[in-house]
Structure formats: C-alpha cells, structure tokens
C-alpha cells in the first residue's frame, strides 16, 4: 500500500513537471486562449472566403482546429439552452467568433471556450418566453 502511495505521489510531482515544460501544448489541447483561436479560426474564414486557394500543412490544421472547436463549443448543452444556433451555418459561426475577437482584444488572454461561448450568446441569443 505504501508502494502505491509513493507511486501515485511521484506520478503526480512528474505530470506537473511535464505541464510545466509544455505549456503551449498544453494551452492547445485543453482549448488553448484567444489568441491563440483567432490565429486558428482567421484562417477557417480565409478558407471560406478563398476556397480554391492552396492552404499550407499548417493553415489546414488551423482550419481543422477551429472547425472542431467551434463546433463542439456550439454543440454543447450550456451554449445551446443560451444561445438559438439552429440552422446557422458552422462557417458563419466562424465568422461571428473572429468579429468577436477581433472586436474584444481585450479578452483573448481568456480561455478559447468561454470566448466562443459568448460569442454565440451575443450574436445568437434564445428568446425566453415571458420575456
């Protein structure tokens, strides 16, 4: 049982190190800050605008990351009993976040889901009944 305990302590003390290390890879996998979606979601609405242009490995992985994370924020059951995203295309939902961003420099040190949360909110609010 103390083996165990020693074990657990040192994963622990290790894992925080490798955070530690890794900060920016970390910050992307857990959804990253403004600053760093707007890059990502600026390059999902260049792909809208200009869908024949040739994007760079990079550029598509942007285009990816924000697709999904947009996505998943819209889809969510906190952003969805706040927000009315019925029927709106995803790539305008893209739009609304870079407009957002770009229009809150301000907050882009904050966390990419709560941004895009409100985001949605703001551009898309639920009409609730008695109101």
């Known amino acids: 049982m103390k083996r165990v305990g020693i074990s657990l302590?040192?994963?622990?003390?290790?894992s925080g190190v490798s955070a530690s290390a890794s900060a920016d890879e970390?910050?992307?996998?857990?959804?990253g800050d403004g600053n760093q979606l707007i890059t990502s979601c600026?390059?999902?609405?260049?792909?809208?605008?200009?869908?024949?242009?040739?994007?760079?490995?990079?550029?598509?992985?942007?285009?990816?990351?924000c697709d999904g994370f947009v996505s998943g924020i819209a889809d969510s059951p906190q952003t969805q009993s706040d927000a009315n995203l019925m029927g709106v295309p995803r790539g305008?939902?893209?739009?609304?976040?870079?407009?957002?961003l770009?229009?809150?420099?301000?907050?882009l040190s904050l966390a990419s889901s709560f941004?895009?949360?409100?985001?949605?909110?703001?551009?898309?609010?639920k009409v609730r009944k008695g109101k």
Do not use: C
């Open 102 to 107: 770009e229009d809150h420099p301000e907050k």
């Open 92 to 100: 305008q939902l893209e739009r609304v976040v870079v407009k957002y």
């Open 26 to 31: 970390w910050a992307w996998n857990l959804g």
């Open 9 to 14: 302590l040192a994963m622990v003390i290790f």
């Open 115 to 125: 941004l895009v949360r409100e985001a949605l909110i703001k551009a898309f609010p």
């Open 42 to 65: 600026k390059s999902a609405v260049q792909k809208l605008d200009e869908p024949s242009r040739v994007f760079t490995q990079q550029e598509v992985y942007y285009i990816g990351y």
